[in-house]
């Protein structure tokens, strides 16, 4: 079952903070997230596994409560750099078939 | 080192003709997968191949695709007459092992007139 991604779409000045959410109906098992910009290939940000684990990458965090079987995506500090599509993917105990959301569109402006 | 790399970047073709599209992982890299994406959609799982184990085939939509791996590196996915439905973008992605970070390559556009 495909994951729910919140908000659908969201645009934000430079230097303002964003949150994405990724929630699933079934147990899952890891949470991976990438990013894709217009017409290039996804590019991978960061996996968390169950167990309420946090992970950061710079300004970019995420976080994954295993429970309510949601992950959330932290971007402060946004950069023009970041605009793009997030996807989270998820799996559960096979984990390696992830099953993708439908994206959030991210723009950053000046 | 070089990235997965997709031939052709974009193909038209026409309805009921049959296309192949390429994929080259990274080299060692052991795990290989298939997804579709469509306009405003997420990535689609399609096939999933690990090494010499039988491919994971659930996600094909129907029995006008196909996918092999040969000498466990190099895929090549199949479309038998093609419909306009099958227009997409096809990404293959690979993985050192099951289970690890997948690397996309820059895929496919698949347009069918």
């Known amino acids: 079952q495909q994951p729910v991604q919140s908000p659908q779409a969201v645009i934000l000045r430079e230097g303002e903070d964003a949150v994405i959410n990724c929630s699933s109906s079934k147990a899952l098992y890891s949470v991976h997230w990438y990013r894709q910009k217009h017409g290039e290939a996804p590019v991978f940000l960061m996996i968390?596994?169950?167990?309420?684990e946090q992970k950061g990458h710079e300004k970019i965090s995420a976080s994954f409560n295993e429970k309510k079987q949601q992950s959330s995506l932290y971007l402060t500090a946004s950069q023009l750099s970041y605009s793009g599509t997030y996807f989270c993917?998820?799996?559960?105990?096979?984990?390696?078939?992830?099953?993708f959301g439908k994206g959030t569109l991210l723009t950053v402006n000046p | 080192g070089a990235g997965v790399s997709q031939s052709p970047s974009n193909k038209v073709t026409e309805k009921g003709k049959d296309v192949e599209l390429r994929c080259d992982p990274i080299?060692?890299?052991?795990?290989l997968y298939w997804y579709r994406q469509s306009l405003g959609q997420g990535l689609e799982f399609l096939i999933y191949f690990q090494g010499n184990s039988a491919p994971d085939k659930s996600g094909l939509p129907s029995d006008r695709f196909s996918a092999e791996r040969t000498g466990g590196s190099v895929s090549t996915l199949t479309i038998q007459r093609t419909q306009q439905e099958d227009s997409a973008v096809y990404l293959c992605a690979s993985s050192l092992v099951r289970a690890d970070t997948q690397y996309f390559g820059p895929g496919t556009r698949l347009t069918v007139l």
């Open positions: 080299s060692g890299h052991t795990a």
């Open positions: 993917g998820t799996a559960g105990g096979s984990n390696y078939k992830l099953t």
């Open positions: 968390l596994l169950k167990g309420g």
